[in-house]
């Protein structure tokens, strides 16, 4: 079984070209990387590459999980960003505040996670945090094709999966009570922070909050804060420091969805001719 590591960007042009050609193969496709199965061989695709200490801190979570339990959760239902735009907007400057180490925290308080875990992870960069516990998430989607025709798509979830959809739905209730702080001055929440506008006393009644329940967080001004209405979604802006930073409300498919989007499209045009 051959096995080879190309870009992602090679995807799409793979999978269109299999499917042109009337190929029998497979499309593997997980958070992390992607690969197509033809006639025993494997190509795989990496989206990102992770260090060493990112596959170390996954190890102690996967260890720690395994003591621990969570009830399921309906995916559909977890909540990662919330705004209230209903027409663009332009503001000189707001307040943002984030929760720290958000996802490592939550599973350190509600006892899922081990001090020593907890400390190994909170030493790692945020990307690799994140990084870390998304793995907790792992999902996989398989889609056979016959004669470049989808014949059939099953989805394997990590078992897992629940401890991460737990601390995102955790995240979500710490920022709706924030969310309920600001009123009519709150902006949009995304993940683990929260943007309002800078009334006077309300970043400080936030932070009360936060340091009622003992939660970590940081807390700044941003500028030039601008919300957009596009064709078919929000822009969001504004500059940290001098930088531009953008939000897409929601975000665009990454290019491995794009990939099987293809597929499928191709697909279906070919079922419909």
């Not at 190890?59 to 399921?72: I, Y």
Request: charged share 30%; aromatic share 12%.
């Amino acid at each position: 079984m051959g096995i080879s590591l190309i870009n992602e960007g090679n995807a799409a042009i793979l999978v269109d070209m299999l499917i042109k050609t009337k190929t029998d193969f497979q499309l593997y496709a997980s958070n992390y990387t992607m690969k197509v199965v033809l006639d025993g061989d494997v190509t795989k695709f990496i989206r990102s590459k992770q260090s060493n200490r990112v596959f170390a801190a996954f190890r102690k979570l996967e260890v720690d999980v395994k003591k621990a339990n969570v009830k399921e959760m309906d995916v559909e239902d977890v909540r990662y960003f919330q705004h209230d735009f209903k027409q663009p907007l332009y503001v000189e400057r707001v307040c943002n505040i984030d929760l720290k180490s958000c996802y490592n925290n939550i599973l350190h308080r509600e006892g899922i996670i081990s001090d020593e875990t907890h400390k190994y992870i909170s030493n790692l960069s945020k990307a690799e945090r994140l990084a870390a516990v998304g793995m907790l998430a792992a999902r996989k989607e398989i889609f056979t094709f016959k004669r470049g025709v989808v014949q059939s798509v099953e989805e394997e979830r990590s078992e897992n999966s629940r401890f991460f959809f737990f601390a995102v739905q955790k995240t979500f209730e710490m920022m709706n009570e924030l969310k309920a702080i600001c009123g009519k001055d709150y902006l949009f929440t995304w993940v683990d922070g929260i943007y309002f506008l800078p009334r006077p006393g309300l970043r400080e009644k936030c932070q009360e909050y936060l340091k009622k329940i003992k939660f970590p967080y940081s807390a700044e001004y941003l500028d030039e804060f601008e919300v957009k209405f596009l064709s078919d979604h929000i822009n969001v802006s504004f500059k940290k420091e001098g930088c531009k930073k953008v939000f897409n409300l929601p975000m665009p498919d990454n290019a491995f969805k794009k990939a099987i989007h293809l597929a499928l499209v191709n697909n279906t045009k070919k079922k419909t001719k």
